[in-house]
DNA sequence: CGTAATATTTAAGTAAGTTATATATTACAA
DNA sequence: TTGTAATATATAACTTACTTAAATATTACG
């Protein structure tokens, strides 16, 4: 499992990155998907989930249906246009920030330094 | 420049990496040596470094020889045995992290998903 | 009948950062 | 020589993105 804190900060941009991929998804389901994707490394917790994406909605990036599915209410979020362009932004900044770890993390003895 | 939330959760890591690579670095130099390696793209602040270097210093991981060059003081830090094996752990779970984002960014409509 | 899985909500608390300020020397330009 | 930028460290006050915890409700399984 990968420290809450390392993840801390990339929340919004993996929501909004499934959001992209899948076209629409429920808060739950994103929690799986996510700990699938990452071979169970990283589990989102529902107490960040949620608000992050009541916020993202009240922002006008995200828009909702409600459905009933088993009794149960699945809420469905999808990118609205503004939403899109703000999932362009996040994942290029997410790549740069892996590029930037990798490039801390890779380092050599001998090899790039002197 | 990547935003500070993302980058959050990273910089005991970054810190630690940089002293494993280096033998030795004083903080003004960590901060250079990170602009450098990430082309700009992550600065570190100093209200954030220092504290950091002090509270792993407090904790075994570090230790400090202050030298004075030009009339300014010069505090290097480098890893105690203890410090190496952080290091060693922090490193990995960092990899993992960077597996884990890649396998999110990288998602490809239509291949992965089913 | 109890537990696990599914599904969402939200209040309270934590801590890792940011922001701002202080201090002091060297180097360079106008 | 006066001011600004770079070098070098320290720390107090504040922010906020989370974690933790508790609540609610249905389905599924042993």
Redesign the interface.
């Known amino acids: 499992m990968?420290?809450p804190?390392?993840?801390?900060?990339?929340l919004k941009?993996?929501v909004l990155?499934?959001l992209k991929?899948?076209g629409r998804m429920y808060g739950y389901e994103i929690t799986r998907k996510?700990e699938e994707?990452?071979?169970g490394?990283?589990k989102l917790t529902y107490g960040a989930l949620y608000p992050v994406l009541h916020k993202l909605e009240n922002e006008g990036v995200l828009v909702t249906e409600a459905e009933n599915f088993n009794n149960r209410i699945r809420i469905y979020y999808s990118l609205t246009p503004k939403g899109n362009s703000v999932v362009a932004e996040k994942?290029n900044?997410?790549?740069?920030?892996?590029?930037?770890?990798?490039?801390?993390?890779n380092?050599q003895?001998g090899l790039n330094?002197g």
């Not at 900044?93 to 993390?105: R, T, Y």
């Open positions: 990968i420290s804190d390392l993840i801390k900060g990339s941009t993996i990155r499934l991929e899948n996510v994707l990452t071979a490394r990283i994942v900044e997410m790549k740069e920030f892996i590029d930037s770890l990798q490039s801390i993390v380092l003895p330094n």
